[in-house]
């Protein structure tokens, strides 16, 4: 193969991967212009349209996405052999692809970043928060982060938190001018600050569970949002009811009265938050490294 055959199959995995040719572009150090024309040279080369492009999006065309799914294997192992030929030359360096929720961003990663950065300073960490159940495979990310019960059964899973509570808050002020719901039933007559669901875009309808009764409420308010900081801000403000993650900023806010927890009895956990990556038989060392951080394990030495 030759170098140009290579840089045009890698450009086009980039453009598939971002779904974008700016994304694309700016990752590879590339013009826009000039990674359309490498584009266009590999189509012409194998004489077939690989890429659907509208002004808004662009999609693997039905050859394009056989081709994807047949060279994107490649490389990742010829990535994998890049780490892993630095890592035995005793050199940590390259960068690491994490695909993570939100909340484990703030409350896992962000935390550590400075310790991790410490340890290997070589290393570039590509973090992309997602709060869809994103393909890390098709993506070209190293692991993924998200609660458990959520995970294809092929992936390797290291949990990183104990289960989350799950807690529904108001603020005093609404509270005051509302008053306070003692059954799931009642929320129907609150205002509810509801979150959209990442995998269909349906509205969550809030679970609670009670001596083995378990219930779904639909609800309904003034907010509905995908963003976990604007129904937190919505509460905050008093404009109705939330249901959150407790580790995920509300505990603070509950700590220092500024929220107050309803329904404690009817609350309910999920399982925690887990890393996962695809199974192989060898475990990259760097990815090693990056979970024995999250996991406030010892990373002396690891940089050598």
Not at 114 to 123: E, I, L, N, Q, T
Request: glycine share 8%; net charge positive.
């Amino acid at each position: 193969m030759r170098g140009s055959d290579f840089a045009e199959l890698k450009a086009f995995a980039a453009v598939v991967e971002r779904a974008s040719f700016a994304r694309a572009a700016e990752h590879l150090g590339l013009s826009p212009s000039a990674l359309s024309q490498t584009i266009r040279q590999l189509e012409s080369r194998i004489g077939a349209r690989l890429l659907h492009r509208t002004t808004r999006s662009v999609a693997p065309s039905p050859a394009g996405d056989l081709l994807y799914r047949r060279i994107a294997p490649l490389f990742r192992e010829m990535a994998a052999a890049v780490a892993e030929a630095g890592e035995s030359a005793g050199r940590a360096s390259g960068t690491l692809r994490i695909n993570t929720l939100g909340i484990a961003a703030r409350t896992v990663i962000a935390p550590r970043l400075s310790r991790f950065h410490r340890a290997f300073p070589d290393v570039v960490l590509d973090i992309v928060v997602d709060d869809t159940l994103a393909d890390i495979v098709a993506g070209r990310f190293d692991a993924g982060i998200r609660v458990g019960g959520r995970l294809e059964k092929d992936m390797v899973a290291v949990r990183l938190t104990p289960d989350l509570d799950m807690v529904a808050v108001a603020s005093p002020d609404y509270l005051a001018r509302q008053g306070t719901p003692k059954t799931p039933a009642d929320l129907h007559a609150h205002a509810c600050i509801n979150w959209r669901l990442q995998m269909d875009g349906s509205p969550y309808r809030w679970e609670f569970k009670k001596r083995g009764r378990l219930l779904e409420v639909p609800v309904q308010g003034p907010i509905l949002t995908n963003h976990a900081d604007v129904g937190i801000a919505a509460a905050l403000e008093g404009l109705g009811i939330a249901y959150h993650f407790e580790r995920d900023r509300v505990g603070e806010h509950l700590a220092q009265g500024r929220l107050v927890q309803v329904l404690a009895d009817w609350s309910i956990s999920r399982p925690g938050l887990f890393l996962y990556y695809p199974s192989r038989r060898h475990r990259p060392a760097l990815l090693g490294a990056f979970i024995d951080c999250l996991l406030d394990r010892d990373l002396e030495g690891a940089s050598a």
